[in-house]
């Protein structure tokens, strides 16, 4: 990308100051004089010198000039993904955020920025520059976006779900949802019920609010029936928290028995159950909705906008019953002032309301049809196998070979700057040793070939 001529100016006194040239104290160049020896304006080197200004690199004296600042400010140092970090319920989330540009992620849980519809954010980013002042200014209202939430009431009438705004609550992400709701619904020492394996920030979050975790296996139809009925009979779970549709990590689809199933059992044991959804987008129909099906009752349903929108824009969502939502719209103003940033929630609503956005989607799941299609293919040659197929989504769920410890094949990969997702950070009775999810979308040549050596050093497992 060119630089501007503000970032050239600004570069050049960054040069002198590394060269010496500029000592802590000294006087900078006056605006008329350097504009004259960079051949640009004044009022871009007025600029430059605010932005440095801004840094703290150089101080402005009013009526004597600009100053280099006493030293030189230090320079942020990246954060480098940590070799010796356990194999825990953060791995995954701290490396992948970590990682430098040129390092490779088929470990983490977003899809590349050009998969996402980036002309479209561009569309809204530029509306929402003609926004009100207060949209760029104020705090949100306490429940968030009143456009957005008549959007996502008629998105919800078309899934099944009656819901009106007064039931849903914004929030500033999808994380944030399930923390809300915690501080709600749970005091320390309760039990919530996981699935085995989870999403491992299910877990993080839980232990942070100091619940006590009991997991269920998960089948390719969704949670075992038997197992999880014989849970909520021994440990009177206040809290089920799972995916019904695109399951993560392991990309399975609930089946309309299960569901019959868990909402019979949950009606009889008086438990809560928070279906997080955010993977719905991604399917080629929608499946059976816990939410749909309990009529919101007993069922809390969460989500965001991060994987087919932008996480950037960070905004969630609650959709409940309207008792829950008044409390929860107090924890939200105790805890955040206010729902997600408008800012944020109306560069969604602009998203979600361009016409473009329903053929993204459409085009998105076809490609990343053919794509899992193509990596399950590269994967068995390397003697992994896919657990279940999934209907849709980013996600694939596999069984390493012979046994191999996914976790040293993790360690051995980052080694070579490739973040990996080992199965055990998504299992908390650490049943998953040999099993490990790909985002088939951050999968390439290199990512596979780094693969295949590292599971050539890697172990067997040693249970």
């Excluded at 006087?27 to 304006?41: C, E, H």
């Excluded at 019979?264 to 399917?283: K, M, R, S």
């Excluded at 996480?311 to 105790?334: M, N, T």
């Amino acid at each position: 990308m060119t630089a501007t001529r503000t970032e050239t100016v600004m570069a050049e006194i960054r040069r002198r100051v590394a060269s010496r040239a500029l000592a802590g104290g000294e006087k900078l160049p006056s605006i008329r004089g350097f504009a004259r020896d960079m051949q640009v304006s004044p009022s871009t080197v007025v600029e430059a010198y605010d932005r440095l200004a801004a840094e703290g690199l150089i101080r402005s004296r009013p009526g004597s000039g600009f100053y280099l600042a006493g030293a030189p400010a230090p320079r942020a140092v990246d954060v480098e993904p940590g070799l010796d970090r356990a194999i825990d319920p953060f791995w995954v989330s701290r490396q992948s955020l970590d990682a430098g540009p040129e390092m490779l992620r088929p470990g983490c849980g977003w899809l590349p920025a050009d998969w996402m519809p980036q002309a479209a954010i561009r569309r809204a980013l530029r509306a929402l520059a003609r926004a009100d002042d207060a949209v760029l200014t104020d705090y949100g209202g306490t429940r968030g976006s009143r456009a957005l939430r008549q959007l996502l009431v008629r998105q919800f009438a078309a899934e099944g779900i009656e819901a009106g705004p007064d039931q849903i609550l914004l929030t500033p992400s999808g994380s944030r949802a399930l923390d809300l709701l915690c501080r709600l619904l749970l005091n320390p020492g309760d039990t919530v019920l996981v699935d085995d394996p989870c999403y491992f920030n299910f877990q993080a979050l839980l232990r942070a609010h100091r619940a006590r975790i009991v997991s269920v296996p998960y089948t390719p139809t969704g949670p075992d029936v038997a197992a999880f009925a014989a849970a909520l009979a021994a440990h009177r779970p206040r809290l089920y928290v799972t995916n019904s549709a695109l399951h993560n990590p392991t990309g399975a689809t609930i089946s309309p028995q299960t569901a019959h199933r868990l909402l019979t059992a949950a009606a009889a044991h008086d438990l809560t159950i928070v279906e997080d959804e955010i993977f719905a987008d991604f399917e080629p129909e929608p499946s059976p909705r816990l939410a749909a099906l309990d009529g919101l009752a007993r069922v809390i349903r969460i989500g965001s906008f991060s994987k087919t929108l932008s996480a950037s824009a960070r905004c969630g969502y609650i959709v409940a019953r309207p008792d829950w939502i008044e409390g929860l719209v107090d924890f939200q103003v105790a805890t955040n002032f206010g729902g997600p940033s408008p800012v944020a929630a109306e560069l969604v609503v602009g998203t979600l309301s361009d016409g473009s956005y329903r053929k993204h989607l459409a085009g998105l799941r076809a490609r990343l049809a053919k794509r899992r299609r193509e990596m399950i293919g590269e994967l068995d040659r390397l003697g992994i196998r896919p657990w279940t197929l999934p209907r849709g989504g980013f996600y694939l769920w596999c069984r390493l070979p012979d046994g191999r410890d996914a976790a040293e094949v993790a360690r051995a990969a980052l080694r070579e700057r490739v973040v990996l997702a080992p199965g055990n950070v998504f299992s908390l009775a650490q049943a998953a040793p040999d099993l490990m999810r790909f985002n088939v979308a951050q999968m390439n040549a290199k990512a596979l070939q780094v693969l295949g050596r590292a599971l050539r050093q890697a172990p067997p497992d040693a249970a």
